[in-house]
C-alpha cells in the first residue's frame, strides 16, 4: 500500500544515540499509529494522533516519543536508544468509522 | 486493561485442508474485528473485518464468525494454498469511545504444505 511510506527502512544504531523515524501518507486520513513488533508479542501500540494537536500515549511509551508535523506525517524518535529497543516498527492510519487500519512498509530498527 | 488472545501460535495443514484462528477479546464494548494476513518481510494488511452487528462474514475461501455473548472470533480459511502461508493477526477495537485503537492478538504462523 503505497499511500503509507516509511523512512529509512532499515537501520542500525548504537545505545545512547538520538533516532527518529518518519511515516508519512497520502490517504488523507486524520489518525495515525506507531506500533512495534516483537516475534511472539504480536503488535504493540506506542503512541496515536487523532490530528495535528491531539496525541496519546498507547501501551509502550516509554522511551520513545512522537510528532505529528502536520496531517499527512507522523515522526517517532527514539531519545536515546537501547538494544532493547530493537525491533520493527510500523506506522498505520486510519478514517473514518469503523477504523480501518492501513500499516507503513515497516523500519527495521537494530541498536547495539 | 483490553487484551485479545489468539491461537493456536503455529498451525501447520496440508494444502487443500481448512484452518481456524480463534481469538477471545475482554472488552465487551469492542465492535470491530479486522483479520490481518502479514507475508514474511512485508507489512500486515487486511483481509477480513466484521462488525458487531453481524455473526459471520465471506470472501471467497476466507471467513470470520463472530460470537458476542462469548466474546470471541475465529478466521476460517478453506481449501488452503502455499501462498496462504503467513502470520495472521486479530484485532478488536478499543470500546472506549471513537479512539480508532485496535488490541492485537500475538499472531498465528500458518504454513501450508503443499
Known amino acids: 500500500d503505497a499511500d503509507v511510506t516509511q523512512t529509512p527502512r532499515n537501520r542500525i544504531t548504537k545505545t545512547g544515540k538520538r533516532i527518529m523515524l518518519e511515516c508519512s501518507q497520502t490517504?488523507?486520513?486524520?489518525?495515525m499509529y506507531w506500533y512495534r513488533q516483537d516475534p511472539g508479542l504480536g503488535l504493540r501500540l506506542i503512541y496515536y494522533?487523532?490530528?495535528?494537536?491531539?496525541?496519546n500515549k498507547g501501551e509502550i511509551s516509554d522511551g520513545y516519543s512522537v510528532s505529528r508535523q502536520a496531517q499527512a506525517k507522523f515522526s517517532l524518535s527514539l531519545e536515546s536508544a537501547i538494544p532493547n529497543q530493537t525491533a520493527l516498527y510500523f506506522c498505520?492510519?486510519?478514517?473514518?468509522?469503523?477504523?480501518?487500519?492501513?500499516f507503513g512498509p515497516g523500519t527495521r530498527l537494530t541498536v547495539l | 486493561g483490553e487484551n485479545v488472545e489468539q491461537h493456536p501460535s503455529t498451525l501447520s495443514v496440508q494444502e487443500g485442508d481448512s484452518a481456524v484462528i480463534k481469538c477471545t477479546y475482554s472488552?465487551?464494548?469492542?465492535?470491530?474485528f479486522p483479520w490481518y494476513k502479514q507475508e514474511l518481510g512485508k507489512r500486515p494488511q487486511l483481509i477480513i473485518d466484521?462488525?458487531?452487528?453481524?455473526g459471520e462474514k465471506k470472501d471467497q475461501r476466507i471467513a470470520v464468525t463472530l460470537n458476542k455473548t462469548a466474546k470471541h472470533f475465529s478466521l476460517h480459511i478453506t481449501e488452503t494454498q502455499p501462498e496462504d502461508s503467513a502470520v495472521y493477526f486479530c484485532?478488536?477495537?478499543?470500546?472506549?469511545?471513537?479512539?480508532?485503537?485496535?488490541?492485537f492478538g500475538q499472531g498465528t504462523t500458518l504454513q501450508v504444505k503443499p
Open positions: 498505520a492510519t486510519s478514517g473514518q468509522v469503523p477504523y480501518t487500519q492501513y
Open positions: 490517504k488523507g486520513h486524520d489518525r
Open positions: 494522533s487523532f490530528d495535528v494537536k491531539d496525541i
Open positions: 472488552d465487551s464494548a469492542s465492535n470491530y
Open positions: 466484521i462488525r458487531s452487528n453481524v
Open positions: 484485532a478488536a477495537s478499543d470500546g472506549s469511545g471513537n479512539t480508532g485503537k485496535l488490541i
